[in-house]
Each structure stands twice: as structure tokens, then as C-alpha cells.
């Protein structure tokens, strides 16, 4: 089978982990006898720096005329001037509403080995397998009006958290098909008790849950599932939740799993999930940032980014033995004690890599 794949490294460590992953890539193409066609493209600040925009028009148009698109990572001090036109967050934002990617997938499943690696006590890691869905294209970092003005005489700041009912239903409806596979059970993350946004959101969840008796539905306000995550995540499995609430969540998650170095996400819209056409491509990366401090030093954990190139191959690709085969070889060699520094080994990102594709 032949697929495009646009490659956007971004900043910082992206590239170095992208690349660890193409290579990865080619040798299950080269296995399975597959076609990627990579073709690489500038986000970020790094385009912001080349083009003066965080993605351009023509970036935006291949990414649309791909079969998938893996993200490495963007941002970093250089562009953190409050006062910039442009962001390389924001072309990151605009990448997920061009491609009409409504949820982010991003599983947290603990490795038996890498117990140790978390600061939580062991007795509470035991079989923790969480997948957050996060939705992606509404609420804070979306709505309008979103500006900074003068008024009274002081400088005033408005954010917009603005959601359809639509919005909630696709991606809440979503979580609930991706429950019947696993525990059969869903926790519904919003803050009810103060937002009209998250009552409307629990309105829509309960009748979901009304339609769907099979699977259990859990509502939690997001200050007791983030207590939650860490005294008892065993107890949760599909968690779907808001865009703001999501990347907070995932982000605290990633300290069950040892290091956010080794968690991966799909941004998905409505055909890769087997519900009717909207968006056809889907975005893949890891769910860390650029983190500038090592960029360059090639010692970041590219398992994340692998493990993205995983999701890929299942999601977009529908080749889910292949997807198996990374996943399996990934778990093979941490539990042979492979590790980088983020996880107190000495592995550079290379011999990570190199580990991992001795094991597929």
C-alpha cells in the first residue's frame, strides 16, 4: 500500500524525535512492503523565523493532501514575546482546525517497569490503562471575541469558552464507541457546578449515556478528577473532556507513565473513526513540547513519537498488525531495561531507536 505522510519536526527536540520515528517507519515499509512517500514542511517558530508565519497557506494545503501528518514538537523562548503577532502555538491551532481534527486520543497506560519511574507509590500504578479523548478544536483557545483592549484606563484580556452542542455530542459519542472496547466505561470531565458550557456538556453526556446502557457513565467536576488521576487511576478508563481540561489532564497523566516522553496522541475527525466523512487526515505527536533545555544534545526519548507513528498506521492507515508490531517492540525493550535520561538511563535518542527496531 503507498501513503503520503507530511512531516512537520517543528522546533526543539521535534526533529530529532521525528527522525527516529521516519526510521522506524521505513523499516516497517521495507517489512510489510509498504510505500511512505515523507514530506517534510516548517511549523512553528521555525517557520516563523523562514516565512514570518507559524504555518503557512502552501504548509497547510499539503498537510489537507496527505494521507497523515506527524508533528514533532513547536515553540520555545525564542518566540515567547507576549507581544508577537504570531506564536508557533497558533499555527499548531490552526493545523487542528484546517484538518477538522475535533478529538485528541492519548493513551496512559503504566509499563510494569517503568513503575519505579513515577513519583506515585507503586500499589497505585498496578494495571493503570487510561485513554483520555480530549476535544480539540472548541472551547477557550477557540472562542471569539478572544482580544486585549484598553478600557477605564486599564488593559482588559478576554478569552471566549464557546461550545456548539454538536461539538460535545461528536466527540462525547466518540468516547463512548471507544469504551465498548476496552472497560466498557466512560468518566465525562467538566466543572458543572460554575460553567454553562460544562452543564450543556453533562446535559449531552447523560443522553449519550441514556442511548449507550452498556457502557457506565461517570460524571466528574475536573478539580476531582485531577485529585483523582493520582490517588486512584485504576479506576478510570475513557475519560473524555474539553479542550483546556484535556491538556491539563493529559499532561499530569504522563507522570503515571515515568515521563511524558513516552506518550503518544491522534488528532482525528470524523472518518478516522469510522463515523461519517469530515476530515480524512489525521495528525499525529507526542504529547510533549519542544523542550529547548536539551534540543540538540541528543538524549530526548523519541518512544512518544514512535508510539504516534503507531497510532498512525491504525487510525489512518487501518493497518492495525503493523501497528502491533511497534507497539510490542517498544514494550520489549523497555522491559529489557532500555532507557533515556528522562527515565534515568544513559540511551541517546538514536540508541533508543535503534533498540527498538532490533525488536520488531
Not at 29 to 35: A, L, P
Not at 170 to 177: C, D, G, Y
Not at 272 to 282: D, I, N, Q, S
Request: hydrophobic share 40%.
Amino acid at each position: 500500500m503507498n501513503f503520503k505522510i507530511t512531516l512537520l519536526p517543528g522546533d526543539g527536540i521535534g526533529p530529532e524525535v521525528v527522525g527516529e520515528a521516519v526510521r522506524v517507519l521505513e523499516i516497517i515499509s521495507s517489512k510489510y512492503e509498504h510505500s511512505f512517500n515523507f514530506q517534510e514542511r516548517l511549523m512553528g517558530g521555525c517557520s516563523i523565523d523562514q516565512f514570518g508565519q507559524s504555518v503557512t497557506d502552501e504548509t497547510l494545503a499539503d498537510c489537507k493532501a496527505s494521507d497523515a501528518v506527524l508533528l514533532g514538537a513547536v515553540g520555545g523562548p525564542k518566540w515567547d514575546d507576549p507581544k508577537a503577532k504570531d506564536r508557533p502555538e497558533r499555527g499548531l491551532l490552526a493545523l487542528r482546525k484546517g484538518l477538522a481534527v475535533f478529538a485528541n486520543l492519548r493513551p496512559v497506560k503504566v509499563h510494569p517497569a517503568l513503575i519505579d519511574a513515577s513519583p506515585l507509590k507503586p500499589e497505585k500504578l498496578k494495571d493503570v490503562d487510561i485513554l483520555v479523548v480530549r476535544e480539540l478544536t472548541g472551547g477557550l483557545y477557540f472562542g471569539q471575541p478572544k482580544l486585549r483592549e484598553m478600557k477605564d484606563g486599564h488593559e482588559r484580556a478576554v478569552d471566549t469558552l464557546e461550545y456548539f452542542d454538536y461539538e460535545i455530542k461528536r466527540v462525547v459519542e466518540l468516547a463512548f464507541n471507544l469504551a465498548k472496547s476496552r472497560k466498557k466505561k466512560v468518566t465525562s470531565v467538566d466543572k458543572a457546578n460554575i460553567l454553562e458550557s460544562s452543564r450543556m456538556w453533562r446535559q449531552i453526556a447523560t443522553q449519550i449515556g441514556t442511548e449507550n446502557p452498556d457502557v457506565e457513565l461517570d460524571h466528574m467536576l475536573v478539580d476531582t478528577a485531577s485529585m483523582r488521576l493520582i490517588t486512584a487511576p485504576v479506576s478510570m478508563d475513557v475519560i473524555v473532556t474539553e479542550n483546556m481540561f484535556g491538556d491539563i489532564l493529559t499532561d499530569e497523566a504522563s507522570v503515571l507513565a515515568g515521563s511524558m516522553g513516552m506518550l503518544p496522541s491522534a488528532s482525528l475527525g470524523e472518518s478516522g473513526v469510522g463515523l461519517p466523512h469530515e476530515a480524512r487526515v489525521g495528525l499525529y505527536e507526542p504529547i510533549h513540547g519542544s523542550a529547548p533545555d536539551i534540543a540538540g544534545k541528543g538524549i530526548a526519548n523519541p518512544i512518544g513519537t514512535i508510539l504516534s507513528s503507531a497510532l498512525m498506521l491504525r487510525y489512518s492507515f487501518k493497518l492495525e498488525a503493523e501497528a502491533a508490531v511497534i507497539e510490542n517492540a517498544v514494550y520489549q525493550t523497555i522491559t529489557e531495561g532500555a532507557r533515556t535520561a528522562d527515565l534515568g538511563g544513559k540511551l541517546s535518542t538514536r540508541q533508543m531507536a535503534d533498540e527498538i527496531i532490533k525488536n520488531i
